[in-house]
């Protein structure tokens, strides 16, 4: 079974979130608070920071916010059904797949498109 850690109670955040399976390495959740998407309550997270027992976490991650309230601390990764239990998710749900849809699909064997077609592309893709 995994046990609580340490004597403080406290964890790096980049340790955590890669624990719990937010971020796939610990050199990615590094990365990720280095670049500022992970916050700790309001303040920006650096990897080092220790988190505690209840406190709010947010994580910008692949154009979408997970907010989630640290449950358990970890230091060493677990398995999924085990990392779930581990923190309280309160993300927004996800965008349906048709708002996500990505625009400006050609069918396949179309040919090259015309300099009004990519015109057309790039507007529909905000560009």
């Given at each position: 079974m995994v046990t609580e850690t340490g004597e403080s109670g406290t964890v790096r955040v980049d340790a955590?979130?890669?624990?719990?399976?937010?971020?796939?390495?610990r050199s990615a959740a590094t990365a990720a608070c280095r670049a500022g998407h992970v916050k700790i309550g309001a303040d920006s997270a650096k990897a080092a920071t220790h988190i505690?027992?209840?406190?709010e976490v947010r994580l910008r991650q692949e154009g979408r916010d997970r907010i989630v309230v640290v449950r358990r601390l970890l230091r060493?990764?677990?398995?999924?059904?085990?990392?779930?239990?581990?923190?309280e998710d309160n993300s927004p749900p996800?965008?349906?797949r048709e708002a996500v849809a990505p625009a400006g699909r050609r069918d396949r064997g179309t040919g090259r498109p015309t300099k009004r077609d990519r015109r057309e592309m790039d507007r529909l893709r905000g560009a």
């Open positions: 955590w979130l890669w624990a719990v399976r937010l971020i796939k390495t505690r027992v209840g406190d060493k990764r677990v398995g999924a059904p085990v990392a779930v239990t581990c923190y996800p965008p349906p």
